[in-house]
């Protein structure tokens, strides 16, 4: 090799590596979310809502993000209703972030702002349901899923959990749209307790 030649090996050996740092440093591709801190927000699936609602576990709050007022969710437990033009931020501030936060679309999608304000502190577990307020409905609401495509594991799931969400005593109420259905008890506020002098006892 001659002497003019070597003077641009070193070069070309830096520019190369410069490359390949480049190219090993690059984000892997993402789903629907588009950056590392988006991955904080978790899909679930509405079978297993409904498996946590059976086993009357506490530890996750149900938040509606409602665009509109057509149709409310009255089988699920606690749940918490954001109007969309109340600010996401504030309305945050009043659910208890020690608990699991399962939010609620109309069909399980939520805008890049709403995903950046949900996840923007590290201390929130937020869970998406998958499919949203429609999936629910159709899955678990309803009476009948017969129409519904589903695989095995889908029909098994809900084979455990439906029951739960309506109850049967027949074959033949267990046809009909009658059938009762399970609504959730209402949200109970503890009172407040009103402070009472204490008469304080006298020493002897």
Avoid at 61 to 74: C, E, G, H, I, N
Avoid at 102 to 116: E, P, R
Wanted: net charge negative.
């Amino acid at each position: 090799m001659k002497a003019k030649d070597e003077k641009w090996v070193v070069p070309i050996l830096a520019v190369f590596f410069v490359i390949m740092v480049a190219l090993t440093n690059m984000p892997p591709s993402h789903s629907w979310y588009d950056s590392q801190s988006d991955e904080k927000l978790m899909l679930l699936k509405v079978e297993k809502l409904a498996e946590w609602i059976i086993q009357g576990r506490n530890e996750h709050t149900p938040v509606l993000l409602q665009s509109d007022d057509a149709q409310r969710l009255d089988n699920i437990p606690g749940l918490v209703v954001i109007k969309d033009d109340a600010p996401l931020e504030e309305s945050l501030k009043h659910l208890p972030e020690y608990k699991k936060w399962i939010i609620i679309t109309d069909d399980g999608n939520l805008s890049k702002k709403s995903v950046d304000t949900l996840t923007s502190n590290w201390k929130r577990r937020v869970f998406l349901l998958e499919g949203g307020k429609k999936a629910w409905m159709e899955k678990i609401t309803a009476s009948q899923i017969d129409g519904l495509v589903l695989d095995d594991e889908e029909k098994t799931a809900l084979g455990h959990v439906r029951p739960f969400f309506h109850k049967t005593d027949s074959k033949e109420i267990r046809n009909s749209a009658e059938q009762e259905r399970y609504t959730a008890e209402p949200i109970i506020q503890p009172q407040m307790l009103k402070e009472e002098d204490i008469d304080e006892e006298e020493g002897c």
